[in-house]
């Protein structure tokens, strides 16, 4: 059975009409009607760390991930309680040298500048049983990186966010700004001591196919996506082999 791993990033109820990127902007409700549905039909929304065994293949069932791209402080008002009323668990990638800042690096694009999680935040979103993933240091695109600023900028996220969340085991889920990856990036994740790494490609996981935890595809998840249109990216073809966003 393959496993949708859902793509999100802010959740919010208004957005100016026609700005950039509108598009990723979900409504809260809608939110919380994709869960409610997916509860309904049986299946468990999970964070990275609590997918590792279905992933692996040593255990089966109605389970699917749930993702939430920049660590936008709308997650923790609008997600978490939506979250915890399903008892789901989510992994929020957080970009570790912005927390409590805003998402600058959409700035040149016109995109609005919304609030990110800072250290307190995120040990609410954890403390809310909750995972922290890295989005990395600064949010740029790594394969336009020297090889010494790159292993920075994956490493010292890593060490950065388990240092906020006082956690000895470390923050062991990555996912690569943009989408942007090449093989000396994904070996660099690897080597950094990541389980995971989620990409932009679209798709379904196949855990019985052999694919590697460092290239995981994702089903991204927008504001026009209905429930209907969910389903269809959940439980058919659909969003397999589809590129990448
Ligand atoms: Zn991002």
């Known amino acids: 059975m393959k496993i949708p791993i859902l793509m999100y990033h802010q959740l919010e109820a208004d957005v100016s009409k026609g700005a950039p990127l509108r598009g990723l902007v979900v409504r809260p409700a809608t939110f919380a009607r994709h869960m409610a549905l997916m509860r309904l039909l049986g299946y468990r929304g999970l964070s990275m760390g609590d997918l590792m065994p279905y992933l692996r293949g040593e255990k089966r069932g109605r389970v699917f991930g749930i993702t939430f791209d920049d660590g936008y402080e709308n997650n923790l008002r609008n997600a978490l309680p939506v979250l915890q009323r399903n008892r789901f668990t989510a992994t929020c990638y957080a970009v570790s040298g912005a927390l409590g800042k805003t998402n600058a690096w959409d700035a040149a694009l016109g995109i609005a500048q919304v609030s990110l999680m800072d250290a307190g935040q995120l040990q609410q979103w954890r403390a809310g ?117």
């Not at 855990?207 to 995981?216: A, E, R, S």
């Open 129 to 245: 049983g909750q995972e922290v993933g890295s989005h990395s240091q600064n949010h740029l695109r790594l394969t336009a990186l020297s090889s010494a600023v790159m292993t920075v900028e994956i490493v010292e996220s890593r060490e950065t966010l388990s240092a906020v969340l006082d956690d000895p085991s470390g923050v062991r889920h990555f996912c690569y700004p943009y989408g942007d990856f090449d093989p000396a990036v994904v070996a660099v994740v690897r080597g950094a001591g990541y389980l995971t790494a989620t990409t932009t490609v679209r798709g379904r996981f196949d855990p019985d196919k052999p694919c590697d935890l460092m290239l995981i595809p994702r089903v991204l998840v927008s504001r026009s996506t209905t429930w209907l249109h969910l389903l269809l990216k959940c439980f058919t073809r659909y969003e397999d082999k589809r590129g990448r966003v």
